[in-house]
C-alpha cells in the first residue's frame, strides 16, 4: 500500500475543501496520485448531487460584489439544504469567491462554464456538494454596470442588492449604500413607472376597480378613481417613488437629489427563496 503523508493529505484538503478523512481515503485509492484523487472526490460529489437533486435548496448566502472602479456589479446567491451549512465559514467565503468570478462574465451560462482553480465554476459546485454533503447551487445571479455601482448585503447574507447612479459625484457611496439598503428593505418592483410590466398595472387597475364597485361607487367614476389608486401603487412600490426609509418626507428620488445631479439609473435585488 502507499503511504499517504500527512502533507499529502493536508494539501488535497486545501485544494478541494474535502475533509481529512475523505482527502486521505481518496489519495490511498488513487495510490498517491493527486490529480486522480481529485478526480475520485468529483465523482464521489457527482453520486451525492444525483441522489440529493430532488431536494430543495432554500438556505445560502447572497454576495453582492462590485468592480474596483466602480461601474461593475453582480449579486451572486450560492443555494445550500440548511441554515447549518448556508452559515459555514468556507461555504460563505466559497460564495465570496464566486461572486468575484462572476464580476468578469455577464450571463449565468458564462459564469458557469467560468475557470475556478483549473476546473469550471459547475464543477466546482459539485464537488462541494460531496465535501459538504448537500445539495449546492446557483439560485440567483444578476449584473448592473453604471457610471456608479453600489452595493448592500443584508446581515445573514440572505438579501443583496445592487444600485446604479447616473454620476460619480461626491460621496456616491453613502448615497448609493443608502438605496440599495432602501431596495433591500422595501423590495420594490421597479425602478419607475415606466418599468412596471403592463400585466401588473392591467391587474391593479382591475382589483381596484372590483374594489369600487362593491362600495357602490357608480361605474362612470371608476376609471378616474382607479387610477388614483394606481398612483399610489407606483409611489408605494418604485424604488424613486417610495418614501425613504430614513426621511419619509422626501422620495428615494429626492434624496439621491441632494447629493447633486445625479439619478438612480437602475437596481437588482435576490433574496433567500424569491
Do not use: W
Amino acid at each position: 500500500m502507499t503511504k499517504i503523508t500527512a502533507s499529502q493529505v493536508n494539501e488535497l484538503r486545501k485544494a478541494t475543501g474535502a475533509g481529512m478523512m475523505d482527502c486521505k481515503n481518496a489519495l490511498v485509492e488513487a495510490e498517491g496520485d493527486f490529480d486522480k484523487a481529485i478526480e475520485i472526490l468529483r465523482k464521489k460529489g457527482q453520486k451525492v448531487a444525483a441522489k440529493r437533486a430532488d431536494r430543495e435548496s432554500s438556505e445560502g448566502a447572497v454576495i453582492a460584489q462590485v468592480s474596483d472602479d466602480k461601474t461593475n456589479g453582480v449579486i451572486v446567491s450560492l443555494n445550500c439544504e440548511t441554515d447549518f451549512v448556508a452559515k459555514n465559514e468556507g461555504f460563505v467565503s466559497l460564495a465570496k469567491d464566486l461572486a468575484k468570478i462572476a464580476l468578469e462574465h455577464d450571463s449565468l451560462d458564462s459564469f458557469m462554464n467560468a475557470s475556478f482553480n483549473g476546473i469550471t465554476v459547475s464543477e466546482k459546485l459539485t464537488e462541494q456538494t460531496g465535501v459538504i454533503g448537500e445539495k449546492i447551487e446557483i439560485g440567483g445571479f444578476r449584473t448592473l454596470k453604471a457610471p456608479y455601482v453600489g452595493s448592500y448585503i443584508h446581515a445573514g447574507n440572505k438579501i443583496a442588492t445592487l444600485v446604479g447612479l447616473s454620476a460619480s459625484v461626491d460621496n456616491a457611496d453613502v448615497a448609493a449604500k443608502d438605496v440599495a439598503m432602501q431596495a433591500a428593505a422595501m423590495n420594490p418592483i421597479a425602478l419607475n413607472e415606466d418599468a412596471v410590466d403592463s400585466a401588473v398595472i392591467e391587474k391593479e387597475i382591475e382589483i381596484a376597480k372590483d374594489q369600487l364597485r362593491a362600495e357602490g361607487k357608480p361605474e362612470a367614476m371608476l376609471d378616474n378613481i382607479a387610477q388614483g389608486k394606481l398612483k399610489r401603487f407606483f409611489k408605494d412600490n418604485t424604488l424613486v417613488n417610495q418614501a425613504f426609509i430614513k426621511d419619509s418626507k422626501v422620495s428615494v428620488a429626492a434624496y439621491v437629489k441632494t447629493y447633486g445631479d445625479v439619478e438612480i439609473t437602475g437596481f437588482e435585488r435576490v433574496a433567500l427563496g424569491s
